[in-house]
């Protein structure tokens, strides 16, 4: 299974960006889709997801500005992000798993959202 994002790039505090993520497998097959991001140095943090029944859920710092969306004709995840602040810079990343725990999950290849004050 292969992610392939885009939508990345530099934007201003206050601006709109929006992420996807084309899976190359039909996202019915997924129980949960998801994006998290990677601040340098850190970890990987969790940012939104949504469930295979279009449930969504969002990390305490996006919620209200963000949203999660899927297009299943497509096969592609969104991220668009509003009221963006410089804190939101990182890079952002999709993944799709079989499993509601996000196990073995399959992993876009990052892309950059980089917002200035």
């Known amino acids: 299974v292969q992610l392939v994002q885009s939508g990345g790039g530099l934007v201003q505090a206050g601006g709109s960006l929006r992420l996807s993520c084309q899976v190359s497998r039909s996202i019915s097959s997924f129980a949960v889709m998801a994006w998290y991001r990677q601040f340098p140095g850190n970890q990987r943090g969790f940012v939104a997801d949504i469930t295979k029944d279009g449930t969504t859920k969002y990390g305490d710092s996006v919620k209200g500005r963000f949203t999660i969306s899927k297009d299943t004709d497509q096969n592609t995840v969104f991220l668009q992000m509003n009221s963006l602040k410089p804190e939101d810079t990182a890079v952002y990343y999709c993944?799709?798993?079989?499993?509601?725990?996000?196990?073995?999950?399959?992993w876009g290849q990052g892309t950059q959202v980089t917002v200035s004050s």
């Open positions: 993944t799709v798993s079989v499993w509601s725990d996000m196990a073995e999950g399959y």
